[in-house]
Nanobody
Framework: QVQLVESGGGLVQLGDSLRLSCAASGRTLSSSAMGWFRQAPGKEREFVAAISKSGVFTYHADSVKGRFTCSRTNAKNTIYLQMNTLEPEDTAVYYC????????????????????WGQGTQVTVSS
């Protein structure tokens, strides 16, 4: 049983920064690979970033590479998405996800590879 809660979203202007957090409860995430996805109105859910269970490997989608950074705490119970130089195209509901059965330091980029999801947090970027 894993519960994930995202926070940190909001309304910002083009070029601003936000830091999203995803906190876990009910079970430690030390054995879980984690990911961030987003879904804009009328769009399919898309991959944003992924991080391996120990945080030593990360991968970011081309659309956010160089602007967004995914990380996790030393305790591995919270993951973050630092979003810089935000663009209107980044407007979406952002979801964190966990995969509890993983290979060592493997990360995953497909939504179907995750088995727990948060409720999402809205990020709106105005121009």
């Amino acid at each position: 049983q894993v519960q994930l809660v995202e926070s940190g979203g909001g309304l910002v202007q083009l070029g601003d920064s936000l830091r999203l957090s995803c906190a876990a409860s009910g079970r430690t995430l030390s054995s879980s690979a984690m990911g961030w996805f987003r879904q804009a109105p009328g769009k399919e859910r898309e991959f944003v970033a992924a991080i391996s269970k120990s945080g030593v490997f990360t991968y970011h989608a081309d659309s956010v590479k160089g602007r967004f950074t995914c990380s996790r705490t030393n305790a591995k119970n919270t993951i973050y998405l630092q979003m810089n130089t935000l663009e209107p195209e980044d407007t979406a509901v952002y979801y964190c996800a966990a995969r509890t059965t993983v290979r060592s330091e493997t990360y995953y980029t497909s939504a179907v590879e995750y088995d727990y999801w948060g409720q999402g947090t809205q990020v709106t970027v105005s121009s």
